[in-house]
């Protein structure tokens, strides 16, 4: 069984920096290409960034680029999201997401974690 | 502002149908034919409901189905029942940045 179980949300002040993780298991990791979106509190999701299964190919959403780095780590079945300068705009719950080799699509989720930028 | 449009929401008494419509643009709906739809209970995993446009897959009812027209994916799920009261949001892939875009959500109400 596929799962996905993000952690490391929490409350930042503005300018801090928080270090999501996303542990997954139940598929070999290294094949899949993996993704961050997240949900602002009232707002609909927002593609945030992606990594390739290679953990080298990597893309950003223009909001975070600069800020936000993915990376992940095939021995701990992890990928992470590593957010500097936080702005009140970051506060969202994140979701990681596994990408299909199928389709071009996301086939499994976490069931997020929030991050508060709040002083 | 979603880049995908959904309905806010929906209702429905149990065994009717309802249909949820997710409008996009000729980039991402219109463009391809991976546009995927996803059932969510707050505070647990999103689950995949559909994917490439009208493809279930394996364990989802086939109460579940999707559809395209355009820059318009819809999901209908007939026969309600009270366990399909959730929120409903589309995903589309678009090619190019920003790569995957989404729905605001719709909530389903089961009366």
């Known amino acids: 069984e596929v799962q996905l179980l993000e952690s490391g949300g929490g409350l930042v002040q503005p300018g801090g920096s928080l270090r999501l993780s996303c542990a997954a298991s139940?598929?070999?990791?290294?094949?899949?290409?993996m993704t961050w979106v997240r949900q602002a509190p009232g707002k609909g999701l927002e593609w945030v960034s992606s990594?390739?299964?290679?953990?080298?190919?990597?893309f950003y959403a223009d909001s975070v680029k600069g800020r936000f780095t993915i990376s992940s780590d095939s021995s701990k079945n992890t990928v992470f999201l590593l957010m500097n300068s936080l702005r009140a705009e970051d506060t969202a719950v994140y979701y990681c997401?596994?990408?299909?080799?199928?389709?071009?699509?996301?086939?499994?989720w976490g069931q997020g974690t929030l991050v508060t930028v709040s002083s | 502002q979603s880049a995908l449009t959904q309905p806010r929401s929906v209702s429905g008494s149990p065994g009717q149908s309802v249909t949820i419509s997710c409008t996009g643009t000729?980039?991402?709906?219109?463009?391809?034919?991976?546009v995927s739809w996803y059932q969510h209970h707050p505070g647990k995993a999103p689950k995949l409901m559909i994917y490439?446009?009208?493809k279930r897959p394996s364990g989802v009812p086939d109460r579940f189905s999707g559809s395209k027209s355009g820059n318009a994916a819809s999901l209908t799920i007939s026969g309600l029942q009270a366990d399909d009261e959730a929120d409903y949001f589309c995903?589309?892939?678009?090619?190019?940045?920003?790569?995957?875009?989404f729905g605001g959500g719709t909530k389903l109400t089961v009366l």
């Open positions: 997401a596994k990408q299909s080799t199928v389709t071009k699509l996301h086939d499994y």
């Open positions: 990594i390739d299964g290679t953990g080298i190919v990597t």
């Open positions: 139940g598929f070999t990791f290294r094949n899949y290409a």
């Open positions: 995903s589309s892939y678009a090619g190019t940045y920003p790569y995957w875009v």
């Open positions: 000729s980039s991402d709906v219109g463009g391809y034919n991976y």
């Open positions: 490439d446009v009208n």
